[in-house]
C-alpha cells in the first residue's frame, strides 16, 4: 500500500517507472495506492498492471474508509505457500560500566 500525496512523479530518464511493472509481477507484488492528492497516471497505471487499486480521498472520512479497506490482509492463493516468521520488537540495551563516577 502507498500512500501517495505529491501531484507529480519524476522518473529517471534510463529507467522508466513503468519499467518496474515487469520485477512487480515476478516478485508477485500487487500494489495498491490511497492518493491524497488528485489521480496520478502512472500510479493508477501501475496498480493496474500488479492487480492492485487505485483511489483517491476525497475526505477525511473518505480517507479513513480507504485504509480501512486495507486493514484485512487478501486471501492466500492457492500457489502461495505461508509461512510463520519469527518478529520482534527493538529493544535497548544500556552499556553498563563497572566504575561509576557520581
Known amino acids: 500500500l502507498l500512500l501517495w500525496g505529491s501531484l ?9 517507472v513503468m ?7 515476478e516478485a ?3 500494489l495498491s495506492v490511497v492518493s491524497l492528492a488528485p489521480e496520478v497516471y502512472v500510479l493508477k497505471e501501475l496498480c493496474r498492471a ?9 475526505s477525511p472520512q473518505h480517507f479513513v474508509s480507504l485504509l480501512t ?19 520482534g520488537f527493538p529493544e535497548e540495551h544500556r552499556a553498563v560500566t563497572e566504575n561509576g563516577i557520581c
Do not use: I, Q
Not at 507529480?8 to 522508466?16: A, C, F, G, L
Not at 500488479?50 to 476525497?58: E, H, I, N, P, S
Not at 479497506?69 to 519469527?86: C, R, S
Open 8 to 16: 507529480t512523479t519524476v522518473d529517471p530518464r534510463d529507467r522508466p
Open 19 to 25: 519499467d518496474l511493472v515487469p520485477m512487480l509481477l
Open 28 to 30: 508477485k507484488v500487487k
Open 50 to 58: 500488479t492487480g492492485g487499486t487505485y483511489a483517491v480521498a476525497l
Open 69 to 87: 479497506d486495507h486493514a484485512m490482509p487478501p486471501p492466500l492463493d492457492k500457489t502461495d505457500n505461508p509461512a510463520l516468521f519469527e518478529v
